[in-house]
């Protein structure tokens, strides 16, 4: 047995797949920005907890992850930190600049319309089953963002689309929180909303968003962003509707369960 294995067994916690990654004990050897260590010790967080201290390195190394342990866990450090890493190593949403391709059109007037392509876009997804989780998250996920640069948006029902997609148009989001089903609606009446630089997917609470009958929806987003992305899903449970969405969803996913679940 190897002393990884070993060693995360005294710790209660399983992994199971090809990848297998060192836990780290500390923050400090995440390799996190000095920044982002600065602004986690504000909070009071003195050490990492188990799902963050293997699912943590495990995510980082850009693999596909399926995190499962109890609610209370630290499970939304475990996929909000690796994602603000992420993306900031990929390159930032630009202004409109000169160089950017230009599709020209003739209008009904006979004058020429320009378009400009400029890339922009999301580069991350968080899905959650409900308006509260997503707030939750995204206040999670603000305490960090700004300090690297980052900004984030959250979409759910139950108010105006209209202002949230003023929103989304406002703020130029690199990574969006969301229920399912807003976001899809959001898409049908967005066609600026390009999915095509998301990156980095995590499907938050994926057990209750299939109770909530979510999996149609969390599928067809799911295509519809490119499959070369990183994916990660947390579950405090890990029944075989999990099993099968995990397999439909994600990439020769490890596993990783802290305690006796799943
Ligand atoms: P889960 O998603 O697993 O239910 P949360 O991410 O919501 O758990 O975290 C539960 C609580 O633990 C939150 O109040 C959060 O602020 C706190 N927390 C998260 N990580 C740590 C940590 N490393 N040390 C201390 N508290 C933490
Ligand atoms: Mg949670």
């Not at 020429?112 to 922009?120: A, I, S, T």
């Not at 909530?212 to 070369?228: H, Y």
Request: proline share 5%.
């Amino acid at each position: 047995e190897s002393d990884v294995v070993s060693l995360l067994k005294k710790m209660g916690i399983k992994t199971y797949g090809e990848t297998k990654v060192k836990p780290c004990f500390s923050f400090a050897h995440f390799s996190f920005p000095q920044k982002l260590i600065d602004s986690i010790a504000k909070q009071n967080y003195f050490e990492p907890t188990e799902i963050q201290k293997q699912g943590i390195p495990l995510a980082m190394s850009g693999i596909d992850m399926i995190g499962i342990a109890k609610t209370g866990s630290g499970k939304t450090g475990a996929f909000i930190w690796p994602m603000l890493i992420h993306i900031m190593n990929q390159p930032k949403n630009k202004p409109k600049i000169k160089e950017q391709p230009i599709n020209t059109e003739i209008d009904k007037n006979g004058t020429h319309k320009e378009y400009n392509l400029e890339v922009k876009g999301p580069k991350g997804l968080i899905l959650a089953p409900t308006r509260e989780l997503t707030m939750q998250i995204f206040n999670e996920t603000k305490k960090y963002s700004k300090i690297l640069g980052l900004k984030v948006t959250c979409i759910y029902g139950g108010v105006s689309k209209h202002e949230q997609l003023r929103e989304i148009e406002k703020t130029i989001p690199d990574i969006i929180v969301a229920t399912p089903g807003r976001f899809i609606d959001i898409l049908k009446s967005d066609d600026s909303t390009n999915l095509s630089n998301i990156s980095f997917l995590v499907l938050d609470e994926a057990d209750k968003m299939l109770n909530m009958g979510f999996e149609t929806q969390v599928k067809s987003i799911c295509s519809n962003i490119r499959p070369d992305r990183q994916t990660l899903l947390f579950s405090a449970t890990f029944p075989k509707k999990i099993e099968y969405l995990c397999k439909s969803v994600m990439t020769n996913a490890t596993k990783v369960v802290v305690g006796d679940l799943g």
